[in-house]
């Protein structure tokens, strides 16, 4: 009997059969899963290492935007707390205090996240009533009006321009006190002189010279020649043109120096002969 040697050929259709793929194509398909596994690998740490986008506007602490999901804002001004809108902020656009809220960049908060203002908060209030509804305020009226001039709200400051308290002081007094020239710097020279002759003395005196128009001054002349020839200063006020009443100048230099906080009282007791003494009057400051 004659045996023969048999030739096997690997047919794809027996690897169905056996639910096994033949070799080549095992090696192709462990490749694949490698690469896809790699390439996951890849896309996993990228997506690990990238940290999540900041917020639109972000100005950090408790606010993470320009109060652009609520209107709502938190203030501490000066260690006082309000809760307002922007809008009521915003009320007038010309104002120093809409445009403090204007953008992020001129934003300032405080530790807790809240905006902050330094200014003093316990006139805010009546502030804040007046961007509200128009309340004005009855109570401190020099201190709001300060606080409103500094916000630049002009509404309110011509309002308060209009009571009593600010049309004598600030309009009124201001318009009688600008008839007088140098008044501000010659008030000044007054204080510089009291301190400087304050030297180990419980009291320190300053002479003042008020001559209304041109007569009076060329009446003064010789005496202030002395004055000056004997060491002895003197500030002298005027001549002015304006018809002013030397009593009120008196009582507005005694109120300005008082409002600094020193003690002063003047009298009219001058050395001098009588022909000028009219003019000289002295100013002393008490310094305990």
């Known amino acids: 009997m004659q045996y023969t040697k048999a030739c096997v050929v690997s047919n794809p259709a027996d690897s169905r059969k056996t639910g096994r793929l033949p070799a080549g ?9 490698l690469q896809l596994r790699a390439a996951g690998g890849a896309a996993g740490q990228a997506r690990t290492a990238a940290p999540p986008a900041p917020a639109s506007g972000s ?9 652009k999901e609520s209107p709502v804002v938190d203030l501490n001004v000066g260690g006082e ?3 307002t809108t922007l809008g009521t902020l915003r009320k007038f656009p010309g104002s120093k205090l809409a445009e403090m809220f204007s953008s992020p960049a001129k934003a300032c908060l405080d530790a807790e996240g ?7 908060g316990t006139y805010f209030g009546p502030i804040l009533e007046y961007l509200r509804s128009g309340q004005l305020p009855t109570q401190h009226i020099p201190e709001v009006y300060r606080e409103a001039q500094y916000y630049e709200i002009k509404p309110l400051i011509k309002h308060l321009e209009d009571t009593p308290q600010i049309f004598g002081e600030q309009v009124a007094r201001k318009q009688f006190l600008l008839q007088v020239p140098g008044y501000s710097e010659n008030l000044e020279l007054m204080v510089r002189l009291a301190r400087a002759e304050a030297v180990a003395a419980r009291c320190s005196r300053v002479l ?9 001054d060329a009446n003064c002349a010789d005496a202030l020649r002395s004055l000056e020839a004997n060491k002895r200063s003197v500030v002298k006020f005027g001549p002015w043109k304006a018809a002013l ?4 100048l008196l009582d507005c230099l005694n109120m300005d120096i008082k409002a600094q906080g020193y003690q002063v009282c003047y009298s009219h007791n001058s ?9 000289f009057y002295t100013f002393s400051f008490s310094w305990w």
């Open 81 to 83: 707390f309000y809760t």
């Open 59 to 67: 100005l950090g602490g408790k606010h993470t935007r320009f109060q």
């Open 271 to 279: 050395p001098l002969p009588a022909k000028v003494s009219d003019y």
């Open 245 to 248: 009443d030397i009593s009120d």
């Open 114 to 120: 809240r905006f902050f203002i330094d200014r003093c």
């Open 25 to 33: 194509a095992r090696r192709e398909a462990g490749e694949r899963l």
């Open 208 to 216: 003042v010279c008020l001559v209304r128009n041109e007569k009076e």
